[in-house]
């Protein structure tokens, strides 16, 4: 039987990796939730990059580059990780490809990116995400991006989603105590997460912010059906890189 | 206001330490455990030690000495972590020292014996030990031992149940959501802990080594009031070592 686990940060990941081949990194405020609506709203690829200076790199040479430390968008870029802001923007980014660095998101994909699969995920996309894990015959280790390598609520909530999907249909089986926590505290928050969420420690500093806007987007779940995956260094819809029923053939690591 | 934080396990404890001169370890199956029945039932002294080679030191020197590694009684020794059996050798232990040594837990101890004060939890002294901390004007850690690094269910269950007291008091605030997360989880257990953990991978561990006795005495709340306190890298009695009402004024560190 296949297995389904959680991850709650990217400390702990050399602690659970061992055996998984199928990735699915979660950032919900705010990465994995802007990549999933850039894809959605036409933007065609996000380069993920764990440095600001390789974003830099990137944007000298062309490239539109957004980047978010601490929240805040970082001096001498236009975008940050905020989903509200990728649609604003989509219609001058069509077809376009934007590099991306944030302080917890791109980080998790950096070191999840040697697996043959790496998909992202965020309550925008649960449903769509859900459905086609449970097509894929593969063990699912699910990877938060926590806040600064400490345990985040709201990453757990979602990571917790889903692995209560896949678990009730009876086709995956969890042995980690995480995965049984992460269950029961989305079962926990699932009918009022706005509000379960009010103690959260990300949410009261965006909140400080001011970007309640963004956080009610990134909390709303199914508002998109862009499964991102990573391919050969970037993000792409899932749809148009790979056959819906399988895995990619080949995943080459992120490039550095 | 003073502080409650939890800390999952001792992977992540230099996350979480800053600022906390007052922690609790935690490791309910069995370390702590054992350690409150052990000081509860007439023994005077546990001497924690991260090593089997350190606790075969001691037994040499003449020492009793206790050792578990992954749920079994080490080779050359008596005893592993069973409170069972501290409950059934106590007639014939009475007054001494006992040296132990633990997969988990005291580690846990040996890693956070540099802070001015040290006490041991359990299920087991729960109402004792939250009360005492509500007595005391200083921000508390809550260190799970964990299993092997990893989060684990029963520790996050035990220190949510303190924190869930603490705040509770409205003298305590937490900020972390390590610690909002095991205070859920401790109110969707609380009423069925037994049921709530059959799905923990460390009950599951002991089942099959026979241990259900002591996975049930470790899952009983309140059913000693001693609160173990480390005192020159021994644990004793808080009651005999301090007065009830303030910290002790030195805390020597563990010694190697």
Redesign the interface.
């Known amino acids: 039987m296949n297995h389904v686990e959680v991850c709650?940060s990217p400390?702990?990941y050399a602690?659970?990796e061992s055996g998984f081949e199928l990735v699915v990194v979660i950032d919900v405020l705010r990465a994995t939730s802007a990549i999933c609506t850039a894809l959605e709203n036409g933007i065609a690829r996000i380069k993920p990059v764990a440095q600001v200076e390789e974003a830099k790199k990137w944007q000298s040479k062309g490239f539109i580059a957004a980047a978010e430390r601490n929240g805040e968008i970082v001096p001498g870029f236009d975008m940050g990780n905020s989903p509200v802001t990728f649609i604003e923007k989509a219609p001058q980014l069509q077809g376009e490809t934007v590099v991306l660095t944030t302080t917890n998101g791109t980080k998790a994909i950096d070191i999840a990116s040697d697996k043959k699969t790496v998909v992202i995920g965020a309550l925008n996309n649960l449903d769509a995400l859900s459905n086609w894990l449970l097509k894929q015959d593969e063990s699912v280790l699910i990877l938060g991006s926590g806040?600064?390598?400490?345990?985040?609520?709201e990453d757990?909530i979602c990571a917790g989603a889903i692995a209560d999907k896949l678990i009730s249909s009876g086709n995956f089986i969890?042995?980690?105590?995480?995965t049984?926590?992460a269950k029961?505290?989305y079962?926990?928050a699932r009918d009022n997460m706005f509000s379960f969420l009010k103690?959260?420690?990300?949410r009261r500093r965006l909140r400080r912010l001011n970007l309640n806007d963004d956080v009610k987007y990134c909390l709303t779940p199914n508002n998109v059906t862009t499964i991102p995956i990573l391919k050969d260094g970037f993000l792409v819809p899932l749809n148009e890189s790979t056959n819906e029923n399988s895995l990619p053939i080949e995943q080459a690591p992120m490039a550095h």
Request: proline content about 0%; charged content about 30%.
């Open positions: 709650f400390a702990d602690l659970y806040w600064k390598d400490k345990f985040n609520l757990t969890a042995d980690e105590d995480s049984v926590a029961f505290i079962r926990s103690a959260s420690s990300h």
